[in-house]
């Protein structure tokens, strides 16, 4: 099991996820995996604009 989210990362989720996905979020969140910042978006009901890509 990974470690609980940090305020600061949340904020990251929350500004970078929706005009960039995944792939914006993974530069500020070293220590995410991309899949893990995809299931933490959904359980926030962040939508992104954009396609992932598998």
Same mark, same amino acid.
Request: aromatic share 6%; hydrophobic share 35%.
């Given at each position: 099991?990974? #470690?609980?989210?940090?305020?600061?990362?949340? #904020?990251?989720?929350? @500004?970078?996820?929706?005009?960039?996905?995944?792939? #914006?979020?993974?530069?500020?969140?070293?220590?995410?995996? +991309?899949? #893990?910042?995809?299931?933490?978006?959904?359980?926030?009901?962040? @939508?992104?604009?954009? +396609?992932? @890509?598998?």
């Amino acid at each position: 099991m990974s #470690a609980p989210w940090s305020g600061r990362e949340l #904020a990251v989720l929350r @500004r970078h996820y929706p005009a960039g996905a995944s792939g #914006a979020c993974l530069r500020f969140l070293p220590r995410r995996s +991309k899949r #893990a910042i995809i299931v933490q978006a959904t359980r926030l009901q962040i @939508r992104t604009t954009r +396609k992932e @890509r598998p």
